[in-house]
């Protein structure tokens, strides 16, 4: 079945830093991929996505490019900041589009200051 | 536009009581999924409605886990009688159907404790 694989926290990282997570996935066809955020005390919030090879998903200074031939969704943002403190999900859903979203462990990011 | 909403956002029951969660989609939204993440594991799905009917159970756990969507609007999910491994954060969601690739949006959850 569907699985996704991403790297176990927590992360510490210092203000300014490169944050890299990295997340791999096992799924037949083309899914849909996600990155997901919960911060502190709020519920889960879609940060970004790719639903084909090669696209590349981007906000918040986030970005992830969805690589098909090593079946990868790696998360990365240039210089984090506190407030981006938070537990980030990868995700994915197979091809189909009212299919279940199938989630990776998680992965908390602490940043200070 | 409210958002997906969810009900109590914290619960404490001993084990051997009934709990029901409460989630409340997004106007207009017949798809509604309930997914469960225990203790510092993965988000795992439980079930699928499409309006008031059930697509997929696959994911509930066990026979203690009742699931219903009356009237195809709001959802409750009861657990009867509740054991301590349920413990978790139980997240609803929902998207829209006439649109493929479409997102879903995701409440606060609920956070369960099963002392």
């Known amino acids: 079945g569907d699985s996704v694989t991403q790297m176990e926290g927590p992360v510490t990282l210092s203000e300014e830093a490169f944050l890299t997570i990295n997340c791999t996935y096992t799924?037949?066809?083309?899914?849909?991929l996600f990155w997901y955020v919960q911060y502190p005390g709020e519920g889960l919030q879609l940060l970004l996505k790719?639903?084909?090879?090669?696209d590349k998903g981007s906000n918040k200074g986030f970005e992830a490019t969805y690589r098909k031939e090593t079946t990868s969704f790696h998360l990365e943002k240039g210089s984090v900041q506190v407030s981006d403190s938070a537990v980030y999900f990868c995700?994915?859903?197979?091809?189909?589009?009212?299919?279940?979203?199938?989630f990776g462990t998680g992965t908390k990011l602490q940043v200070i200051p | 536009e409210a958002g997906v909403t969810q009900f109590p956002s914290h619960s404490v029951i001993e084990k051997g009581q009934t709990v029901t969660l409460r989630c409340d989609p997004i106007?207009?939204?017949?798809?509604l999924y309930w997914y469960r993440r225990v203790m510092g594991k993965e988000i795992k799905f439980l079930l699928h409605?499409?309006?008031?009917?059930?697509?997929?159970e696959s994911g509930m756990p066990n026979n203690r886990f009742l699931a219903e969507r009356t009237g195809g609007t709001y959802s409750t999910l009861k657990v009867q009688p509740a054991e301590l491994e349920d413990s978790g954060v139980y997240f609803c969601?929902?998207?829209?159907?006439?649109?493929?690739?479409?997102?879903?949006?995701f409440g606060q959850g609920t956070r369960l404790t099963v002392v």
């Open positions: 799924a037949t066809g083309y899914p849909s």
């Open positions: 995700a994915l859903r197979p091809s189909g589009g009212y299919q279940k979203v199938t």
């Open positions: 969601a929902s998207s829209q159907t006439n649109r493929q690739n479409t997102e879903a949006f």
């Open positions: 409605f499409v309006k008031e009917s059930k697509q997929d």
């Open positions: 106007s207009g939204h017949d798809n």
């Open positions: 790719a639903t084909k090879a090669d």
